[in-house]
C-alpha cells in the first residue's frame, strides 16, 4: 500500500500533483473532460484542507518544444469551470521560470495554480535531472494522480518523486487498489476480455492473464489471427500471418493451464468498412475472400455475453471491433452492457475501452474506468510501474 494525501499534513504547504489532463481537443475546445473529473476529488481535498496546490500534466506530444495547439490553456479554463475558483497560469515554453516561482511561491491557503504542458520541455520524456529539479523546487510536497502516464519514468512523476516526500492521489489509489486486487486477489470466476488489433502487442498480456484467469475472451481484429492460426481463411481481415505461432503456442498455454480460451464462432463483415458495402454475418469458416472482419458476430455476443454473466471479476482492454462507426458497434457496447448488468467487479482498462463504455452509455454501470490504457495493460502484463514504484510505502512509512 502506498502513501495517499490523507497521510499528509498538507495546510499551508506547496503541493505538487501530477494530473492526467491529457485531453482530446478539436478546435482548442476539449471534447471528453473525463479526466479532467476524474482529478477533482484530490484537487478538492488539498484545497479544502488548505494546501497551496500547483497541478502539473502533459498534452498530446509536442515533441519537446512550445506549441499553442498543445497549451493547456482550456484546461486552465475548465478547471475554472469545475472549481468555482480562479486557477492561476502562465504560458511559457520553459514551463518553469522565475515569474512561474513568483507565482507558486505567493500563492495563498487552497489557491491554485497550473503549470503549462510538461512536454514543451525536451528533458520532460528524458527525466532529465535539471528539469526534475526544476519542478520539484516549486513544492514541498508530490502527490501523483496520474495513472495514464504511471508506466513512464518522467521528469513530472520519478523525477519529482525521488526529490520529495512523495504519495498518492485518491484517482492514482483507486486505479492501483481496483486493478491491483483484480489481478492479485480475484473473486471467481476472473474473466478477461481482450480486444483491439494486434496480437503481437498484448503477447506478455496474455501469458501474464493465464496464469490467473478462469476464462479469457478474445474479439477484434486480434481474434482474426486465432483464428486464422486454426485454419480459418479470413479473407481481407487484418491478420497477423507471422504471429500464427504465437497464437497457437497461446491456445496450447490455456489449454495446458486449464483457462477457456473463448474465440469468435461468427463475425461481421462488410466489403468495404466506409461505404458499408456487402455488411453480413458470417460462420468463422465462411469468410468471404472480398471481404474483412469488422466486429464479433450475433451468436459470439450471446457466447460472450451468457460467459460474463458468470463472472465475479471482469477485465475488459480493447473493443470487438471497429466500434467508432455504429453500423460495426454493437459487438462492443453489447459487451458493455453484459458487463453492465453482471453482479460482478467490473473494470474497464483504460483507452479505447473507456471511450466505448462512454458511448454505450453504460459508463456509470460498470465498478471502474481506468483513465490509463498503456498504465492499464503494463499492470496486466505484471510489471511494476515506475511512476507508482517511487512514492512512499505505508509500510517503509510508519
Known sequence: MKLDVRDIDVKGKRVLVRCDFNVPLKNGKITDDFRIKSSLETINYLINHGAKVILMSHLGRPKGEYKEEFSLLPVKERLEKFLGQKVGFLSTPDVVNEEVREMANSLHNGEVM??????????????????????????????????????????????????????????????????????????????????GAKVSDKITVIEHLLDKVDILLIGGAMANTFLGAKGNAMGKSLVEEDAFTVARDLMKKAEDRSVRLVLPVDLLVTKDIEKQIGVTNVDVSHVPEDAMAVDIGEKTLELFSSEIEKGKTIVWNGPMGIFEIPAYSKGTFGVAKAMAATQGVTIIGGGDSAHAIKLSGYEEEVSHVSTGGGASLEMMEGKRLPGIEILKDKESHA
Open 114 to 195: 497550473l503549470l503549462e504542458n510538461t512536454r514543451f520541455v525536451a528533458g520532460e520524456e528524458k527525466n532529465d535531472p535539471t528539469f526534475g529539479a526544476e519542478l520539484a523546487s516549486l513544492g514541498e510536497y508530490y502527490v501523483n494522480d496520474a495513472f495514464g502516464t504511471a508506466h513512464r519514468a518522467h521528469c513530472s512523476n520519478v523525477g519529482v518523486g525521488s526529490l520529495l516526500p512523495s504519495v498518492s492521489g485518491f484517482l492514482l489509489a483507486k486505479e492501483i487498489k481496483h486493478l491491483g486486487d483484480a489481478l492479485e486477489n480475484p473473486e471467481r470466476p476472473f474473466i478477461a476480455i481482450l480486444g
